[in-house]
């Protein structure tokens, strides 16, 4: 059963990485029409590409593709494959002169675990549109989550592993709503459900255990260890729901109440979070705030997901060897 992203009809999603190194970018490719799209941007050192034509009152109306990269503002590179891609595969916004093809995108900081080496680029955004497919999401160490940590209170050094993750929800009535996330953030992860905390910062580099930021953040003035935009939790929701953009920018709104509830803290002047929205579906009669509600579900499940899914590397142990 596929419980991803993809669940949702029409989408495709690809993964490609930097060879040799902990980086890479997902690409969620849209029906050639394109879907109508929104994007809210909460995190303080926010990296994004293309957002300005999301805005309810601006022109263009659908997206034809989404990426989401490492290599920080160098990774913003990945959207020019992106867009090659699809104006090969002539799928793009009509002018009247040719179609120019829509693309967004965000991405995280992960040079601190690849220090001086390759960054994601246009021909990493070409490859990982090549690749994509509607198969169920591949999750962890993949794609933007492959350099991806958590818990940086105190710097890398005694940070964790975080990833991707993704996570799709069902009603009896038809609709779905999903969430692809990337994980990277300054904070902790928690499990609403389970209301404890899963992967962050730990109490020294050779600990595996875990400080509890939230605590810790109490005796101190400033939050130490890592400069501006070095962390960031991006990610996709989309649904079946037939919205346009108005609509979805208030899912995207809503989605961050997921990132609230299982990143501790959430949206500082350290991150970049960062959620789009897409409506890729016909199904009428569904309400703005129902949508939004299940969005932030969505988004707290895939956050989850991620962790839960991530493999240690570099010295940087992942939420399944603190478990063994």
């Not at 169920?136 to 940070?159: D, H, I, M, S, Y």
């Not at 299982?262 to 350290?270: E, F, I, L, R, W």
Request: hydrophobic share 40%; net charge neutral.
């Amino acid at each position: 059963m596929n419980d991803t992203l993809t669940a949702v009809l029409g989408l495709k999603v690809g993964h490609a990485h930097v060879e040799g190194f902990l980086s890479g970018c997902t690409v969620i490719l849209t029906p050639p029409e394109g879907c109508p799209a929104g994007v809210d941007i909460r995190g303080g050192a926010p990296g994004t590409y293309g957002t300005d034509s999301l805005a309810p009152v601006n022109l263009v109306e659908r997206v034809h593709g989404i990426f989401l990269s490492g290599g920080s503002a160098f990774g913003l590179a990945v959207g020019d494959g992106v867009r090659r891609f699809l104006k090969e595969n002539n799928v793009g916004f009509e002018t009247g002169y040719e179609k120019v093809p829509i693309v967004c995108g965000a991405i995280i900081f992960d040079l601190g675990i690849n220090k001086g080496g390759k960054k994601p680029d246009s021909d990493l955004g070409y490859e990982a549109c090549r690749c994509a497919s509607s198969e169920p999401v591949l999750c962890g160490n993949v794609g933007a989550g492959a350099g991806a940590t958590v818990g940086k209170l105190f710097g890398l050094e005694r940070a964790m592993k975080g990833g991707l993750g993704s996570y799709c929800i069902t009603t009896p009535y038809g609709l779905k709503v999903a969430a692809l996330m990337v994980v990277n953030a300054f904070g902790d992860i928690w499990d609403p459900r389970e209301g404890r905390l899963l992967a962050g910062c730990r109490k020294s580099p050779d600990s595996r255990e875990l400080a509890d930021a939230r605590e810790c953040i109490r005796g101190l003035k400033v939050l130490r260890g890592f400069p501006d935009g070095n962390n960031t939790v991006i990610g996709v929701v989309a649904t079946n729901a037939e919205m346009n953009k108005t609509q979805l920018t208030k899912v995207a709104q809503m989605a961050h109440d997921g990132i609230a509830r299982t990143v501790v803290p959430a949206h500082t002047q350290y991150d970049g979070d960062t959620i789009f929205a897409i409506s890729c579906g016909d199904l009428k009669g569904v309400e703005t705030s129902v949508v939004g509600h299940l969005a932030a579900d969505a988004v707290s499940e895939a956050i989850v997901r991620a962790v839960r899914s991530a493999v240690g590397v570099k010295g940087i142990p992942a939420w399944k060897e603190i478990q063994a």
